[in-house]
Each structure stands twice: as structure tokens, then as C-alpha cells.
């Protein structure tokens, strides 16, 4: 069945090659091969599980192999609740993460605190680290978390991750300091 | 169920125990601090007490205490200790459970520790410190544990605000600047 | 560069040395100093979040600091601003390996306190046995198979999670939630089991008990697993309990002890299951007792569909039971009680006590002072996970950094648990 | 031997009690943490035993006996919860909801309201009654500041007592018999008088509501903090009402000394202004700035006149707290300040009426007489200054924001430095302008009238960059060279207190946190 997919995508990379597009494909080329970096603290690890475990299946996304160092990785799953002390580990995973580099926030700890607003637990990952798609549900059901992916892919495809404008702007901003 | 084992310590050490009392089944002796350790010692070691096994320890603030349909009298007021310190102990051989309670005045939040008699309580006294600031005399490693070392504050005691965070790292770049205006809060 | 033939020239060229004769004394070359080796707090080989700071010697472990806290979620401040009925949310996230173990003992520590213990409809008691053996052996087959992956064996991962999504999906359909599942409540359960539910439970036990012989196949003589998990973080019988171990933990060490058995709740009097209990106290027993807990769980299943009786499942006591809907939208009085039980919440008289039960874990209990309104005063809870972490340096002491994996691994530490 | 006579003990479920003689047998039992309920029972009312809620049972009397009318006797048994008097209650309050409509959902009454609690505490039992319920009126308008909706009145007449006691005007009555029986104003009249909306806070249920506050928020969703009305010298006592940084009402507390239950509907009003052109970042020549820079540039502004300090005045305010005054009049003291002005509203001499209602609006002139006569300053009132600014006088500190006598062209003239928590008076004029907390939004003291000192608590954070008036004053001290080691409003207070000789007793009160209505439990 992947063959069919992958021809229309294979057909998708010529055209852009005929209209000179060739920079769109090593987005397209990422978008298919995210290595993910779970950054399970909580709850939503569970239904991570389930995301990676037979049924759901996130291998049909080509984002199922857990890279655990944040070296190797471009996708970073904030899964679970950050807290106050948290804080300083997750930045420091982010930063240590190659360029370009996406974030999701699963379920809605991640997101905004979601029930716990309270002295130690963080009002949403976004406060240390720019968030790409943010995913509700507490925990969100493993069909959310796919949709989130194909979200994210469209995303990174667009050229419109937070690390990917950020990188755009870099390059801008040296282009008009040498000129 | 366990009022024998209550009977017993007042009879043992009729000096440490300030009352006793029985509530939904639980058995609670309320110790004077000073004699805490003896008393949980022959708790410990009397082949008829044998409190073997630790579960828990934890503390009570008392400072918003106001329980409906109980006499006025009964609200928590300065004069009353603030803190509560509860360790529930259980026996394996003879299966009763047991709550040592010892109160606490506010200005002097400090009773010995019990994690040489039962290592459980090593952690559980680090929390009770962490949580309510009550510091436990003796105890080998007495540092926060839930949170960290830069927090200023016990959370649970009651007047800690709830939302009061103590970030230690946020983004520069935050998106929504939480500005609080004179409307902040209004569309919430 | 010429082909590697022999050990020596391997070891060269891993170890970068000029001279194979310098092999021979490696201790002495290696840096005297213990080492510190920071591990955690979000590690590829620890499902939850904890940091462990090691000293090493070389290897081997000489202390490690385990310092938990990096998901404290403030259970107990949230509680105390929460109704009775509103906390059952935050209990699921305790333990969410199996919540419904955890709503019931908040809903039991209530109860205790509004005396309505042992007053619950019998088919609601029921229910909530069923609901928890089931949540009892997802957390088994969860601790099982994310410790087999962490030792590299992925195949049991697999099937294991594939056996608890079969339990999530009937889970899901009792309650309405995969995970956090918020069924219980205060004087028995929200709703029924959905109709032919014992058939499909039942259809899908022999499946896991199939997918059990399986596993075990693959595990239980599996040289490395054996080799991985025999012999390595060994507590014994009297550290067990003077540490406060419960659960499968003590068990393996043999201290015989469950909840269900010697402090009898709910309806497992009536019930029939053993408590497996270990010789040796090591990472090996505490799997085997695990295992067999499970099967454990399922006989008590099936005893539980042969006797559950017809009935209600939440009490008549009209301080902790909503009124039919029809009746709160057409009489002022089932509208103010229900106004009351949705605003104010459950009012529990003023008073403190502590209920527990058997956890996933061991003994897990709530500690509630409540001072007669709608909200806990304090609401403590006691979590096994908590105090076998607190065990977890001294049975890593002595070992080798790899057994801190397996180590931790079966102490089953749950984050959301043990930091509360 | 006076003791002796003047206490009646008595036995009430068991429990023996002593209390003053006269005491009625509810308030007995109220102490004992048994609260009987009653409906047309309110503490600071005549009392009508209408509602026969509080029946209880008495040993040697036959009948049983409203407990609220009933005085304590010595050696009296009473039984509270036997099963003569339960089912009494119940079947009255049974009674009282046979034609109570289903209005939980939309009244705003739902969570603190009498009926709720008291059927949830005492019956909690299903309905029997199948006929159809009696409607009556449901919007009616009773006046400026109320609402009627008759057919959730229960006829307690609590507000017509009110009415009568508190306003000493009969405004409102009852009409019709039997379940026809309503609430309406008395003929010729609409409620009108300056305490109409005590009517509201006594009414059990949800029929009399204020046009101010209904349909804005859940009661139950507020949260509770004790204060000190700023409306007038009088500072009744009352709680604030709020959520989401932000007062939704106010509501008179108790204090016997002050304002029994009761406050004026003006006061009630005065949480609006606290919303109203407020300063929420500093401001330095008309544009915003922090508070470094604006402190820095207050500092050098003063800084060429402070070598001279005749040059200086400072304006105290009687409308802002004990702290924030002392601490301005202790810089203007360490500077050695030429001119000390006091401000505040002019007096309304309309408005006072003997009872709660003064001529002062001006919430705390006795604190800020008090601490000059205490620090030897010699404050002259701002509106002198109609007549003409002092020659010599070139730069002012403003507390407030409230400065009669100084116009805008005066104003100009002069080097304003302005601390202030409302964009108003001499605030736009000020050539530095430092956003500091309300009254609602700090801890604080003021004084009334009387002189009786009372705390106000910090309800909730005050908006943008604004700080408490004290740690502005603190922060310029010490940028013009001035030490005021103060780091906490008790710190002031304290220093305060041994300033001023007549306060020399007083203590700092502990903070207190906000109450959330929902779960206050005995509350309605």
C-alpha cells in the first residue's frame, strides 16, 4: 500500500524539480523522516505507548524510531506535564538538538498546564521552548496524536516551523549584513 | 479495632502520651514532641507493639481550620498550635495499625526525626520539611526534595498561594506578553 | 589497516592503546577519583522522570542520589481547592498506569469518613473490583513490558501493549476514557457496566492469557533477561519492611502481605486468589510475582462475573447521590441537591482518617482531613512508588550502571505517583 | 458576683453551654457549632419568629419553640435534633418549596442563598408535591437600586426590618393572604433610601437583587477578603468580593463598634473607581517608563531642589492609607521638606445623618492628622493654595490623586512628582508620575472617624508596574539619598506605631487569604 503513496510523492518532487522548487525538497525529505525525541514525563506517556505500539502504529509516518539522544533528533515530544524544575532540563535538551527542529506538545499539560495551575507545575512547554503543534486531550486520544503528526508534516513542508523561520530569518538578516 | 494497642501505650509511657482517640476505625495517640523517640522506639521493639512497618508521615496546617458544625471554639486561633505531624506505623506479625500525631506551635516547627528508627521515614520526613517547613531534628539529609533548592517557601502550608510560581527558566521570547493591565484577566 | 584476529587487537582498537601490553593494567591507567554520572531526568532507558546522580567507581555504583520531584503536580494543593467529587480527576493522574485502583481509594477514604463504608450496593462494590483487577493487570503488563524493552527486548513490548490496548478499549467503554478514566465516585460508581461486558472481558482474558504464554516463553528463560534480572538489586525480607516496601516489591522479597487479604475491603472476602510471594528479593522474583498477580487478577475476574449480583451501582444516600435528571429539571428540591452536589460538593463531616487499599504498587491510601464543607481540607496520599524509590539507592549500591536500568525498572516507579 | 448573674448556663444536645442571660437559645447553639436554621432570624434584626424554621424542642414545654425568640432560661434542656423538632423543619421547609420556582440556574442567588443550604443541610429529601406552583411577579422594580422577583420571596420580612431599623424608613410591606401573599414597597413609596441594598445581602433567597451586581458573576465563584470601605471617615467594615484581579462587589462585615451589619449604598459602590483611569505604568514627561528610569528621573528633578529644602512641599492625602502617608511624611521629614500640604475631598455635609453616613468623604484625615502631630509637621490643607502658591516653593511630591486647590496652570509651574494610583487631578500635569496600589490592592491601615485604626487586606495584585504607595516612597528615598529601611507593610506599621503615641498598642494583623465563597460552608 506504501507504494502508491510514495509514487504520487516521488511524482510531487519531479514536478517541483521541473518549476525550480528544488529547495522544497529537503523539507519534504524531513517531513517523512522525523526522529523523535520523547520527552515522557507523565500520564501522556502511556498513550504514547499506545501511539508507537501495534495498533496505532506511528511507524506509518516514518517517525517511529525513538532517537534518545537529542543530538540525533529533529522532533521533540514534550509528552506530559513540565514543571518549575523540569524547566531547566527541557531548554537544555532543546537547545542541545540540531537545526531545524519541531516541537509538539502532547496533551494538554504540555500545552497550557491544563488542570494544574499551580506554584510548580508550568503553565504549558511554550514557556521555555517555541511549541509547533499543540495537542489537547489529557491525554489525547492516539488518533489526535496522528492527526497532530500530519499537521506538523504539512507544517514542516511549508517551511513554516518555528526553527525553520527562525533559521530563514538568520539567513536573511546575514544576507543583508553582507551586502 | 487496635484499642488495646492504645491502652498499652498509655499504660507504658503514660508521660509521652498527651491523649488518645479513635475516628472511623483509625487509631490516633496524640505524643508530646520531647518524648516522640522513646515512645516510638518501644513502639518498635515491644514484642506485643512490634510496629514493624512505616506508611506514612505527613503534617497538618491548621491555620484555616474553621469546621462546619463543630463549637467556635474548635477554630484554629494563634494560640493553638498550627502544626499537626502524623505517622501512621502498621505491624506485619500482628496487623494493627497505629497514628502518632504531635503537635506543633508555629514559632518552633521542629520535633526529632524517626528516620533512624524506620529508613521509610528518611524521604517522607524530607517532604514533610519540603512541603511544610518542618524541620526534623537528627534527620541525616534533611533537604528539599520535591522542589528545588531555589524555592523560597513551603507550598502546602496554607498560606501559600496556589498559583504563586517561582520560575527558573522561561522563554525570553514569550509570544503573549502577561502583561497585567487593569483588564488582565477579564476575558478569562 | 590489518584485520583484527585477535582479543588483544580488538581491545586496541577500541581502547585507542599503543601498547597491548598496557591492557594489563588497566585499573592502574584509569583515573582513581569516583566518578559522578548525572542520569536522568528525562533518560531514554527510565520510563519516568527522575534524576539520578551516580558515583561511580569505574562501573560500579558506590551512591546514588535518586532525586525525584520533576513531576511534583502539587496533588495535595490542587485537592485542597478542588470539591471531594473533582479531586477523582486528579487521582486518575496519580497512578495512571492503573487509575481506577486510584478512584477508588479516594472514593473508599471518603466514604470512610461519611461512614458509608460497607453501606455501597453490592453490584457497585463489584464493579469496582472488576474495574480495578482490570486496571491491575494493565499496570502489570505495562511495568513488564516497558522493563523488557528497556533490556533490549522489544517483541514482549509489542505484544504486552498490544494485550492492554484490548483492556483500554473495554475500559474505554466503560467509562468513556482510555486513560483517565474518572468512573468512580463518592458512594459507588458513575455508570454500569455496558451490556454483554463479562462476555467480551472475559473473551479478551483468555486472549491475554494466551499472549501471557507467549511472553513467557520469551522471557522467563531468556539468558539475557535471566542474566539482566537475576541476582541484581536484592532487598531482603526485613529491609522490605523496615523501608515501608509493599506490593509486589515486598512480596518478592517475602513479606506476605496484601491489602486485599489481611485488611479486607470492598468484596474480595469473597473472592478467592493467593498472594505470590518471592525468595530472593531480587529484580527477577519481582517480576515473577508480577506475572503471576496477573493471572491472579484474572481468576479473580472471573470469579467476579459468576457472582456479581444485579442492582444499583451508587448509593441511595442522597448525601453523595445526584437526582434523576428528569426530577432536577421539574422539582426545586432535586434542583437545589443537585446544584449543591455540583457546586458546593459532597460534604463530608468534619474529621480525619486514612483508607488504603492494594494498589498497583502495594498499599496505596489517601490520608483526608476534612473540615464539613465540600472540599478536603487536606487530602495526603500515601504512594507506594514514593517510598520504593526511596529504597532505590541502596539496591543500586554495588552494582553496575546497566542494573540501575532493570533496577528501576521494577520498582515501577510512576512519576505522576511517587511525586505526587 | 456580677459574673455570676450576668451568665445562664444551659444544656443544648447534651452539650452544656454558658452564655450571657438574654442570649436567644439559637445563638447558644450557634456557638456550640450546631446552626439551627432559620430564615426570617437575622442577628442585627427585631425578632418576628415568622419563618417556624428554628423550631426546637424544649424539656417541660409542651409545644415546641422557635429558638430564636426563645431566651436562654438557667438549667434549660433543649434538643436541636430529636425527632419532634427534625420533622417539624422539615415539613416547614417542605412547605416553604412547594411554590419556589426552578430558577437555581438563572438566580443569582445560586450558592449562597438560605433555602439552598438550609434544604440541603436539614432535608435533602425528594419532592412530593405534583400540583402546579403559584407564579407570581417576576421583574419587578422596586427603585433606583433593586430588583423584586416575588414569587422566589419566602416572606421572611427581613427586608422590610431592614428598612424600618437600618434606613428608619418603611418602604416596604407585605400584601395578599395565603400563598398569594407578596412582597411590594408601601403604598406611595419606592425603595429609595441611601441602605436600600442591605436588603439584598438579608434576603435568604435570591428575590431582592442589586441592579449593580446582578446578572455580572456566580456568587459562588468569588472569592472573600476582608477590608475597610474608602467611601467615607465612617470605614464600615466589609468584605470584597472578587475574581479574576478584579472587586465585583462589596459587602458590609460585622463589627459591632463600627457598622453592626450593615453599610451605606454609596460605599457599596466605591469598587468601580478602583477600575477606573488607573496608572499602571510609570510615567516620565507623558510617556511611559519603568521604574528604574522614572525613579532616577524623579530623583534628579528634586535632586537640584533638595539642596535647598524649603524649596520642597509634599502632599499628603487623606484619601490613601496610614503606611503610604507615614512613609511620605517621614522622606519629607528626613529631607527636611519647607512646606507639608494635606489633600482631600471637600466635606458633603448633605450626606451625614447620624447614622452611618458622615459629612467626611474622606476615608482616613484622622491617620494623616494623627501621624503629622506625631512626626511635628505642621500640614497646611491644599486648598489654601486657591489663594496662591508660596514663592519660594518649586517642587511638590504628590500622594494622590486628589488635590483641591491646585489647578492645572499651578501645576504647571511646579516640579510634580506625582504617586498616584488613578491617571487623573494632578497626575497628567506631573513631570514624573508613579503608579502606585489601591486600597483593595495592598495591606494596609487606615483610620476612621473615630480613630479606631482598621486593616485592610490586599485583595488582589494591583495592575500593571503599580506597587504599594510605601515601596514607591521607599525606592525614591533612597534614589534621593534617604534611607527608609522598610521591606514590608508591617515594617511601616510598626514604626508607625511607635511614632504615634496613641497607636503604641496596636499589632500588625496577620495577612489574610481570600475565602472562596463556594466552599465557605456556613455561608447564606
Excluded at chain 3, 177 to 195: E, F, I, N, Q
Aim: glycine content about 8%; aromatic content about 8%; hydrophobic content about 40%.
Amino acid at each position: 500500500m506504501g507504494v502508491e503513496l510514495t509514487t504520487t510523492r516521488l511524482e510531487d518532487a519531479a514536478k517541483w524539480a521541473k518549476q525550480g522548487k528544488l529547495a522544497r525538497i529537503p523539507d519534504w525529505g524531513r517531513k517523512f523522516s522525523l526522529f523523535t525525541y520523547p520527552f515522557v514525563t507523565a500520564c501522556c506517556g502511556m498513550e504514547f505507548m499506545s501511539v508507537a505500539a501495534p495498533k496505532y502504529d506511528i511507524a506509518r509516518f516514518g517517525a517511529e524510531f525513538p532517537r534518545f539522544s537529542p543530538r540525533q533528533s529533529d522532533l521533540l515530544m514534550i509528552v506530559g506535564t513540565i514543571t518549575e524544575k523540569q524547566g531547566p532540563a527541557l531548554k537544555r535538551v532543546f537547545d542541545q538538538m540540531a537545526e531545524p527542529k519541531w516541537v509538539i506538545a502532547f496533551g494538554v499539560c504540555a500545552s497550557t498546564g491544563g488542570f494544574y495551575q499551580n506554584y510548580h507545575a508550568m503553565p504549558g512547554a511554550d514557556q521555555v521552548i517555541p511549541v509547533d503543534v499543540y495537542i489537547p486531550g489529557c491525554p489525547p486520544r492516539p488518533e489526535q496524536v496522528l492527526d497532530a503528526l500530519m499537521m506538523l508534516m504539512d507544517r514542516i513542508q511549508d517551511g513554516r516551523g518555528h526553527s525553520q523561520l527562525r533559521l530563514k530569518r538568520e539567513q536573511m538578516i546575514a544576507q543583508k549584513t553582507e551586502e | 479495632m487496635s484499642q488495646k494497642v492504645l491502652d498499652a501505650l498509655t499504660a507504658a509511657l503514660p508521660g509521652a502520651v498527651v491523649r488518645t482517640g479513635s475516628a472511623h476505625g483509625d487509631e490516633i495517640a496524640w505524643i508530646k514532641r520531647e518524648e516522640l523517640v522513646p515512645a516510638a522506639t518501644w513502639l518498635r521493639d515491644d514484642p506485643k507493639m512490634l510496629f514493624d512497618a512505616p506508611v506514612f508521615c505527613t503534617c497538618i496546617d491548621w491555620l484555616d481550620w474553621k469546621p462546619v458544625g463543630r463549637p467556635v471554639a474548635e477554630y484554629w486561633n494563634e494560640t493553638k498550635p498550627r502544626f499537626t505531624v502524623a505517622y501512621q506505623l502498621r505491624s506485619t506479625t500482628h496487623k494493627h495499625r497505629l497514628r502518632l500525631e504531635i503537635e506543633l506551635p508555629e514559632n518552633d516547627a521542629r520535633l526529632p526525626s524517626l528516620a533512624d528508627l524506620w529508613p521509610a521515614f528518611n524521604w517522607q520526613e524530607r517532604e514533610t520539611f519540603d512541603m511544610y517547613g518542618i524541620r526534623f531534628d537528627g534527620h541525616p539529609d534533611l533537604r528539599r526534595i520535591y522542589l528545588y533548592e531555589e524555592f523560597v517557601g513551603y507550598p502546602l502550608r496554607k498560606d501559600y498561594p496556589k498559583e504563586k510560581r517561582q520560575p527558573l527558566v522561561r522563554r525570553d521570547d514569550l509570544p503573549i506578553n502577561p502583561i497585567k493591565g487593569p483588564h488582565a484577566g477579564e476575558h478569562k | 589497516m590489518a584485520p583484527i584476529t585477535d582479543g588483544q587487537s580488538l581491545k586496541q582498537l577500541v581502547l585507542g592503546r599503543k601498547d597491548v601490553q598496557d591492557m594489563s593494567d588497566t585499573e592502574a591507567d584509569l583515573p582513581p577519583d569516583l566518578m559522578t554520572v548525572n542520569m536522568g531526568p528525562s533518560h531514554p532507558a527510565m520510563h519516568g522522570t527522575v534524576r539520578i546522580v551516580l558515583t561511580v567507581d569505574g562501573e560500579k555504583i558506590v551512591k546514588g542520589d535518586v532525586q525525584p520531584g520533576y513531576l511534583h503536580r502539587c496533588f495535595e494543593k490542587e485537592s485542597e481547592y478542588a470539591t471531594y467529587t473533582q479531586v477523582f480527576p486528579y487521582t486518575d493522574r496519580l497512578n495512571y498506569v492503573s487509575p481506577m485502583i486510584n478512584n477508588c481509594g479516594w472514593a473508599m477514604a471518603v466514604e470512610k469518613l461519611m461512614g458509608l463504608t460497607g453501606k455501597l450496593p453490592r453490584r457497585a462494590e463489584y464493579v469496582r473490583v472488576i474495574v480495578s483487577e482490570m486496571s491491575r493487570i494493565t499496570d502489570h503488563l505495562t511495568c513488564v513490558g516497558a522493563s523488557a524493552m528497556e533490556l533490549g527486548a522489544f517483541t514482549p513490548f509489542l505484544y504486552l501493549l498490544k494485550c492492554r490496548e484490548w483492556l483500554y478499549q473495554l475500559l474505554e467503554k466503560v467509562s468513556g476514557a482510555r486513560l483517565t478514566h474518572s468512573y468512580v465516585r463518592v458512594g459507588g460508581v458513575s455508570k454500569d457496566l455496558p451490556d454483554g461486558f463479562a462476555a467480551e472481558l472475559l473473551g479478551c482474558l483468555d486472549k491475554i492469557a494466551s499472549v501471557m504464554v507467549e511472553c513467557e516463553s520469551l522471557l522467563n528463560n531468556n539468558k539475557i533477561f535471566r542474566d539482566r534480572m537475576a541476582g541484581i538489586g536484592k532487598l531482603t525480607k526485613e529491609d522490605a519492611i523496615k523501608t515501608g516496601c509493599v506490593g509486589p516489591i515486598a512480596r518478592a522479597a517475602g513479606v506476605d502481605y496484601d491489602v486485599r487479604r489481611d485488611y479486607p475491603y470492598s468484596i474480595y472476602p469473597e473472592v478467592e486468589f493467593d498472594v505470590p510471594l518471592g525468595t530472593t528479593g531480587d529484580c527477577y522474583d519481582r517480576y515473577l510475582v508480577r506475572i503471576e498477580e496477573l493471572k491472579q487478577s484474572m481468576r479473580i475476574l472471573r470469579q467476579c462475573f459468576a457472582q456479581i449480583p444485579d442492582g444499583p451501582v451508587m448509593s441511595d444516600d442522597h448525601r453523595v447521590t445526584l437526582p434523576a435528571k428528569g426530577a432536577t429539571y421539574n422539582t426545586i428540591e432535586s434542583m437545589i441537591r443537585h446544584f449543591k452536589h455540583i457546586v458546593d460538593g459532597v460534604r463530608v463531616p468534619a474529621g480525619e482518617g486514612y483508607a488504603f487499599l492494594e494498589g498497583g504498587n502495594g498499599e496505596l491510601g489517601f490520608f483526608v482531613v476534612a473540615d464539613g464543607t465540600g472540599r478536603p481540607y487536606k487530602a495526603y496520599c500515601r504512594s507506594p512508588s514514593f517510598v520504593h524509590l526511596s529504597t532505590a539507592e541502596m539496591l543500586f549500591k554495588d552494582h553496575f550502571i546497566a542494573d540501575v536500568v532493570p533496577i528501576f525498572g521494577m520498582i515501577n516507579m510512576i512519576g505522576g505517583e511517587c511525586d505526587k | 458576683m456580677t459574673e455570676a448573674t450576668d451568665k445562664v448556663t444551659l444544656t443544648i444536645d447534651g452539650q452544656s453551654i454558658t452564655v450571657p442571660k438574654g442570649t436567644n437559645v439559637l445563638e447558644a447553639a450557634k456557638l456550640l457549632g450546631n446552626d439551627i436554621s432559620a430564615f426570617c432570624y437575622h442577628p442585627g434584626l427585631p425578632i418576628v419568629a415568622q419563618c417556624r424554621q428554628c423550631l426546637v424542642s424544649i424539656e417541660k414545654n409542651p409545644k415546641l419553640q422557635p429558638s430564636c425568640q426563645q431566651v436562654v432560661g438557667e438549667g434549660m434542656v433543649v434538643h436541636t435534633t430529636d425527632p419532634q423538632s427534625t420533622l417539624a423543619r422539615k415539613q416547614q421547609l417542605e412547605f416553604t418549596l412547594v411554590n419556589h420556582p426552578i430558577d437555581c440556574p438563572i438566580c443569582d442567588k445560586a450558592g449562597e442563598c438560605t433555602l439552598q443550604k438550609l434544604y440541603f443541610d436539614h432535608d435533602n429529601a425528594d419532592s412530593r408535591v405534583d400540583t402546579a406552583k403559584v407564579h407570581k411577579a417576576k421583574v419587578v422594580d422596586l427603585g433606583p437600586t433593586i430588583v423584586l422577583d416575588q414569587e422566589r420571596c419566602i416572606l421572611c420580612s427581613r427586608c422590610i426590618r431592614t428598612c424600618d431599623v437600618v434606613a428608619g424608613q418603611h418602604q416596604l410591606e407585605f400584601a395578599n393572604r395565603g400563598d398569594h401573599e407578596i412582597l411590594t414597597t408601601a403604598p406611595g413609596e419606592q425603595l429609595d433610601n441611601p441602605y436600600s441594598l442591605n436588603t439584598v445581602d438579608v434576603c435568604p433567597v435570591g428575590a431582592l437583587t442589586a441592579k449593580d451586581f446582578r446578572f455580572t458573576m456566580r456568587a459562588w465563584e468569588l472569592e472573600a477578603t476582608p477590608s475597610v470601605c474608602n467611601g467615607c471617615a465612617t470605614g464600615c467594615n466589609i468584605e470584597i468580593h472578587h475574581k479574576n484581579e478584579r472587586a465585583w462587589r462589596l459587602v458590609p462585615r460585622l463589627n459591632a463598634e463600627v457598622n453592626q451589619y450593615w453599610m451605606c449604598d454609596e460605599g457599596r459602590t466605591t469598587y468601580h473607581p478602583l477600575r477606573e483611569e488607573r496608572l499602571a505604568s510609570a510615567i516620565v514627561d507623558g510617556l511611559p517608563a519603568s521604574w528604574d528610569k522614572a525613579i532616577q528621573a524623579a530623583a534628579k528633578r528634586l535632586g537640584v531642589f533638595l539642596k535647598d529644602a524649603s524649596q520642597v512641599g509634599v502632599v499628603l492625602s487623606a484619601l490613601c492609607s496610614n503606611e503610604d502617608n507615614y512613609a511620605l511624611a517621614k522622606l519629607a521629614k528626613a529631607w527636611g521638606a519647607g512646606h507639608v500640604y494635606v489633600a482631600g475631598k471637600p466635606p458633603v455635609p448633605a450626606r451625614a445623618d447620624g447614622k452611618l453616613r458622615v459629612a467626611d468623604v474622606n476615608p482616613n484625615a484622622t491617620g494623616v492628622k494623627a501621624i503629622c502631630e506625631a512626626l511635628g509637621l505642621n500640614p497646611i490643607a491644599t486648598y489654601e493654595l486657591d489663594r496662591g502658591v508660596p514663592a519660594n516653593l518649586r517642587a511638590l511630591v504628590v500622594l494622590g490623586d486628589v488635590v483641591p486647590g491646585l489647578d492645572a496652570t499651578k501645576l504647571k509651574e511646579l516640579e510634580v512628582i506625582s504617586l498616584a494610583a488613578h491617571e487623573r487631578g494632578p497626575v497628567p500635569h506631573a513631570r514624573v508620575a508613579l503608579p502606585i496600589a489601591a486600597w483593595a490592592e495592598t495591606g494596609a491601615t487606615t483610620t476612621n472617624h473615630k480613630g479606631l485604626v482598621q486593616r485592610m487586606h490586599a485583595a488582589f495584585a494591583p495592575p500593571g508596574a503599580a506597587i504599594a504607595g510605601w515601596d514607591a516612597v521607599v525606592r525614591l528615598a533612597a534614589a534621593t539619598g534617604q534611607k527608609l529601611a522598610w521591606t514590608h507593610p508591617r515594617d511601616v506599621f510598626k514604626d508607625m506605631t511607635q511614632t504615634v503615641v496613641a497607636w503604641k498598642d496596636l499589632a500588625w494583623q496577620r495577612d489574610v487569604r481570600p475565602l472562596a465563597l463556594r466552599f465557605a460552608g456556613s455561608r447564606g
